[in-house]
């Protein structure tokens, strides 16, 4: 049908249909059903080379999402439920785009860059990536983020860890592969061990920090307010650090706090015998 046809009829298109309706179900039935098939064809095919193509541990794979401290054999675990579902890797995203002919740009680095030229500091990195087709026009979006810190304020290696962020979550958007796939997630692992570690390493600090001599004098008031016997006090100290603490000078934060706890205890008690803390 010519377009002079078209005009007399008043017929048009199913492309013509599809630009001017606002919304696809508006669309008249047979061309919204042609449509679904259509894009049911090509979204098999499409699963099916991915299967085919990608490969496992290079251009995906599953992440052990378990903490350390719960599972010591991280990638080595045999617990497949310590793992997350397979993960999309940059390689793998970049093939993807690669076969179905799209490109990738990054609107918002250019303002990064800028930012760091000028000496601003920054701490966090927010990057937009679009898959853009062969006539320039977008088809999909995504976002990454990235901390710094995490990267010791190497803001070049910050840049490049936000881009993949942002590439990987674009892919998915645009092909609906987030039945199959999830976000790269290994960043999110290794944000999480760091701050794990973070908090052990203040813990640890908060274990070795001795009493200040204010808390000493409040230890020692407490201990005559209570009418206790300071020296079996003192005993029931070392027995129960295994002769870490000789003097309550000596006292760690941690064990102080113990300490203060089991003083109204032995208050109660008419005589003050040795235990070990429990």
């Known amino acids: 049908m010519n377009s002079a046809t078209q005009k007399t009829t008043g017929v048009k298109s199913e492309q013509e249909l599809a630009v001017i309706s606002a919304n696809p179900l508006d669309l008249p039935a047979e061309t919204f059903q042609a449509g679904l098939d259509r894009r049911k064809q090509n979204r098999s095919a499409l699963m099916s080379w991915v299967r085919e193509a990608l490969i496992e541990g290079s251009d995906f794979g599953k992440i052990h999402v378990v903490s350390r401290n719960k599972c010591q054999a991280g990638k080595h675990c045999q617990n497949p439920n310590h793992f997350s ?3 999309l890797f940059k390689p793998g995203a ?6 179905l002919g799209v490109s990738v740009r990054y609107p ?11 000496g601003t500091q920054l701490t966090q990195i927010i990057i937009r990536c679009e ?3 062969a006539s320039n026009r977008v088809i999909a979006d995504g976002v990454g983020a990235r901390l710094l810190k995490q990267d010791n304020g190497d803001i070049n290696k910050s840049l490049k860890m936000a881009e993949k962020s942002a ?10 592969l987030s039945e199959i796939f999830t976000q790269d997630i290994e960043d999110m692992i290794q944000q999480r061990e760091a701050v794990s570690v973070q908090q052990a390493t203040t813990e640890l600090k908060t ?8 808390q000493h004098q409040r230890l020692e008031a407490r201990i005559n307010e209570l009418g206790l016997d300071r ?15 000789n003097n309550f000078m000596e006292l760690s934060q941690v064990f102080y706090q113990k300490l203060d706890k089991k003083l109204e205890d032995f208050a109660e008690r008419t005589t003050l015998e040795p235990e070990v803390m429990q």
Not at 108 to 115: G, V
Not at 167 to 176: P, S, V
């Open 94 to 99: 970049e093939k993807i785009c690669g076969m």
């Open 167 to 176: 590439h990987i979550d674009a892919t998915l958007r645009m092909a609906g």
């Open 207 to 214: 274990e070795f920090k001795g009493i200040s001599k204010s």
């Open 108 to 118: 918002t680095l250019a303002d990064y860059e800028q930012t760091a030229l000028s």
């Open 231 to 245: 020296e079996r006090v003192k005993k029931w100290m070392i027995k129960a650090s295994h002769n870490r603490f």
């Open 131 to 133: 898959i853009v087709d």
């Open 85 to 87: 579902k397979p993960s």
